[in-house]
């Protein structure tokens, strides 16, 4: 065999063309077609009987070792494929259920896939039965029609077959599989393990994460029952992708639980899973944790009302939303609880901002704080939380309102800048002198029982003057020194977040500076409860007119209205005695003008003899 190349003289012979196989005869010398570039091979026909019994006998000996590799690469998935099939029945059931698409509909409308896979059976546990060891009512005769209502139905009845080859013992082995198979609505096994491709439970184990791995039953319709309730230990997935928490996985809250130890937890009520689980929240979030021990939804967990809130009820239990999500109308937790009071704020001025989009518009949060959320107090003015936003209000209103501050002090914000017939209050607050902190409840009710201040009595359900008067001097004997100051206030919270905007406030003024003025007939003496709220006691209007509330609400007066009348009687004497100095003095110089001007003109010595 010799290498030729195009333009090239040749001789006699048959030239093959390299590069695409054509075949060039010469019959005498002739010059190759192509360039430099085209290769040629002319084969001796004495090559030809050399070569050919060669390679003959070279195929020979390459046959067996090509098989042989050919059986080791294919080989073991044709006798997997055997074994799937390896009975004549399994494979005249796979002759219709092989077919992809293939299903059922039951009588109510839920359909099943009938499709089967040979591929379902690798590695599957099941891998040595054939199609009846689990559908025992059927065979190649035998055929059942539809006689299920329903998937559900069909579910459960394969399910018997479970029970043939895993006895109770082992089913119930597990006290959590125990409580989910033998509740009154338990799902099938194949709900959890699959009907055809099933796996050694620590096979899976081994592949799926932690998280995964807990989805694969807390994904189901799951429940618990504690004392006659029921909670649902379904979690939806996709709320768990979506939350602020998706990069953690269940054992990071769940500490005492993994793929292999699921402790069996004892609850009395399905609130106190709740109150459990927010344990798991301050580990993380321990500044958040001390806010809200501060707040009056701890003081009334902690004093044994279970239905006040902690974490999962304002932010959820596994779907929790971003921050951003609470600072909306429709995030806005509080509402779940307090609905007619966010009612309220809805129709406000700030709700109608906040719903049209205003940003910088408050919501709940802004003035009662996210954690610490304080007890409300109609007896307290919340200036100091308007003015965190309205911080040149105080210098506005200088120029309308005389003392101003005098008034920001004594009434509150809500009184005029909530328009309508709503009523209003003066609330007498006692609290303590050195740190402002209201008197107790139980102090109070420890003054009312002393035999001082028992003389006194009280008049239809109302504390009168001398009684009043009579709690106060005991409280200051019994503790540090007391205060009592004096605010005008609505009478209900609700009515409170009913705010308009400005030029819709009240700005009459003989709404309180009138003698009959009705923002004054009612008045209340304010102390904290056991909980933190307010407690009320009401007190007859005659006391704000009386001496023996002169001592100790010597801060609150509002000019033509609940006068003290020893005040007036006072001031009517200063007034008359000061009128009354120089009307005196002018008579009496004029009475004696004469004597003086005599004396004057007598001079010394004159008018005496010698």
Known sequence: MFKFHGGQTVAKGTYWNLSNGERIDANRNSELPGSDATSYVKLPVAGVFIAGPLA????????????????????????????????????ACLGCHATPGMTKTFKDKSTLDLHVSESHF?????????????????????????????????????????????????????????????????????????????????????????????????????????????????????????????????????????????????????????????????????????????????????KGNRNAPVCSDCHGAHAVGRKALAQTMEGVPCKKCHS?????????????????????????????????????????????????????????HKEWLPNAGAHFDSVSCTVCHVSGEYKRTIYLRLTDGASGDMVTDSAMQGAMKDPATKTAGSTNNHLDPEHLWGIYQELNAREQKVKMSGTVGLSDSLHAHYLVPKGSAVRQCEWCHTADSEFFSTISLTVKGKDGRETFYNVDSAAMGSLFAMLPLNQFYAIGSMRQQAFDVMGAVMIMGGLAVPVLHGTIRMLTARVRRARQHAGPGRGTRP
């Open 122 to 302: 690798k590695n599957t546990v099941h891998g040595f039965l054939t199609c009846t060891g689990c559908h025992s009512d059927v065979s190649l005769n035998t055929h059942p029609a539809s006689q299920y209502a329903s998937k559900k139905e069909f579910m459960l009845h394969v399910a018997g077959a479970c029970k043939t080859c895993h006895a109770p013992e082992q089913l119930t082995a597990n006290p959590i599989h125990q409580k989910a198979i033998t509740k009154a609505n338990a799902p099938p096994c194949s709900e959890c393990h699959g009907s055809h491709a099933i796996r050694k439970v620590p096979t899976q184990k081994e592949k799926l994460t932690t998280t995964q791995y807990c989805l694969t039953c807390h994904q189901q319709q799951l429940n618990l029952s504690i004392n006659g309730e029921t909670l649902s230990l379904m979690i939806n997935e996709a709320g768990l992708r979506k939350s602020v928490h998706m990069g953690h996985g269940c054992t990071d809250c769940h500490i005492s639980f993994s793929k292999d130890v699921h402790p069996n937890r004892q609850f009395s009520s399905i609130r106190e899973v709740s109150i459990a689980g927010a344990e798991a929240c301050r580990r993380c979030h321990s500044d958040k944790a001390a806010q809200h021990r501060g707040s009056i939804h701890f003081d009334l967990l902690s």
């Open 340 to 396: 007619e009071i966010f009612g309220a704020y809805e129709a406000s001025v700030h709700g109608k901002a906040k719903t049209n989009g205003g940003s910088k518009a408050p919501i709940c949060s802004s003035c009662h704080f996210a954690h610490d959320v304080k007890a409300a107090q109609a007896s307290r003015s919340p200036k100091d939380v308007c003015l965190g936003c309205h911080a040149k209000v105080l210098a506005a």
């Open 56 to 91: 003959g006998l070279l195929f020979t000996f390459v046959i067996p070792f090509l098989f042989l590799f050919v059986t080791l690469v294919f080989l073991p998935r044709t006798i997997h494929a055997s074994e799937a099939v390896k009975s004549d029945e399994a494979t």
